[in-house]
């Protein structure tokens, strides 16, 4: 047999092709909502995830906007819609100097500049497209299909244009910041934007809440960035265009504050920031100014601040209005006496998250100071509506950018579930029952909120039962126990205010233990010689 030849050809055996396995893996995060997003997980998809979910949250908003308003045909003073449409037919039939006197008993203007002019910005082109909605005098009261299309669509621009920008940015910074993953942060958006309750007073009780916010939001992003001077000058944007935003001003001020004596004392940063806050007052107060004259400046701030109205107006769950079934405060005592109590007990309320952030002026305890600062003066200041709850709500849920670890995400949509709650009476009145019912569970199960409880035990009980508590009150206010409105015609509000108010005040305190856990983090513990 012949022996094979040396250097023949010998063919190459081909390797099998690897096949590419498909994972059908779950989301790491366990709820609903990471579900959604987790098609859109890999990097090809990732461009998506923004316009997915603007996509997703306009059309929440404008479905919501399908239902009525506040004061819709119910007159003699209608209610907030007619209050901001009043706005425009002001500002675009009177000079500049009537804007803070004119006829006060029918919704006078009661805002910053910035809001007139955001009102007249709008009337105008309103007034472009039907003159009749905003003709002086002879509009009031109007509740016309168009007018209300109109307005709704002046909300979501609005919205479009300051707070979803501002959202954005700081989930893609704060994110980065706490190195989130791109699809962690996606998550983390979704849950900010599809937050129920700005999106059920911005877009069905109707107003432009979502200005302020994103103003501030804008302002902490440039924080988060290292730009302060242009987040003084956004901040001063959210004062001018509603006062509320003054939940804020205490906690921004110790962080700047802050910024400019640790580590070392920089007294031209501390100028610097002075200078820039008083210059933006002065561009935003000068039109005024200029077409209306000086008195302008002490009309608008009496209107902006209304000390004559007494401690509240309607039933809300703070402090004041929870402890009044108990001591008759504005029976008991006179409204100075009762400003200075607000007033100290405010003060008291904030100063812990507001020494935090001047001995620790960390970007990433911001949302957590933010959010401690709201809640203190949502519980105990002068004033509060149904709807300030919005002013700690926001920062709150901001916290999800940073972090969203069972815990938190429990504890934070909570939160929302309640404050959805405690705006009951108020939605209800405007007959916006579908929209809240609707809202409220889509949000609970899209957070995962009847899977998931907190770790520790007490927190577990205080989810279960403000739960238990929200659902029967729901139950007996609809089936049972329907005599005794006729003698206790508050009952149910009554019941509303002490299950918020508890809950509240555990939020908070929730918050101010976060926010001192996190700032202890980082800290180099002295070495033992």
Known sequence: MSSPQQGAYKPRMKKP?????????????????????????????????????????????????????????????????????????????????????????????????LTAYHSWLLGVIGGMINPDWFALFESRGLDDVALKTFMRATALAS???????????????????????????????????????????????????????????????CFITDHIYWGSFFFVLSLSFKQMALYYAPVI??????????????????????????????????????????????QCLFRVFPFARGLWEDKVANFWCAANILVKFRERFDSGMLQKASLVATLVAILPPCLILFFNPQKRLLPLGLAACAWGFFMFSFQVHEKSVLLPLVPTTLVLAGSLDKNTV?????????????????????????????????????MGTFKHLPKHWFGKLVHVGSYI?????????????????QKFPDLWVVVNVEISFGCFTVAWIWVLWRLWKESRKGRKKPKRE
């Open 410 to 446: 429990s504890w934070v949509s909570w939160m929302n579930n309640v404050a959805m709650f405690s705006m009951w009476p108020l939605l209800r009145r405007d007959g916006l029952q579908l929209q809240y019912t609707v809202l409220a569970l889509l949000y609970a199960w899209l």
């Open 17 to 113: 092709k690897a096949t590419r396995s498909v994972s059908f893996s779950l989301p790491a995060l366990p709820f609903p909502l990471a579900s959604f997003l987790h098609p859109l997980r890999s990097a090809s998809s990732q461009w998506l995830v923004l316009p997915v979910l603007l996509m997703v949250s306009i059309l929440f908003r404008w479905a919501v906007g399908l239902g009525p308003y506040s004061g819709m045909a119910a007159p003699p003073m209608h209610g907030d819609f007619e209050a901001q449409r009043h706005w425009m037919e002001v500002t675009t039939n009177l000079p500049a100097k009537e804007w803070y006197w004119h006829d006060l008993e029918w919704w006078g203007l009661d805002y910053p500049p």
């Open 159 to 221: 919205e479009l244009l300051t707070y979803v920008p501002a959202v954005v940015i700081f989930v893609r910074v704060f994110g980065r910041q706490a190195d989130l993953s791109k699809y962690d942060k996606g998550v983390a958006l979704a849950a900010i934007l599809m937050q129920p309750a700005l999106m059920i007073i911005d877009h069905g009780h109707f107003q432009y809440n979502s200005v302020m916010l994103g103003f501030t939001l804008f302002a902490v992003d």
């Open 253 to 298: 001020f110790a962080y700047l504050l802050g910024l400019c004596v640790h580590p070392n004392i920089n007294i031209p940063r501390l100028v610097l920031l002075g200078a820039t806050v008083i210059v933006s007052f002065g561009l935003v107060f000068a039109p005024l100014v200029f077409f209306g004259g000086k008195e302008q400046i002490a």
């Open 469 to 485: 508590s929200i659902l029967a009150t729901h139950f007996a206010e609809a089936f049972l126990f329907k005599g005794l409105l």
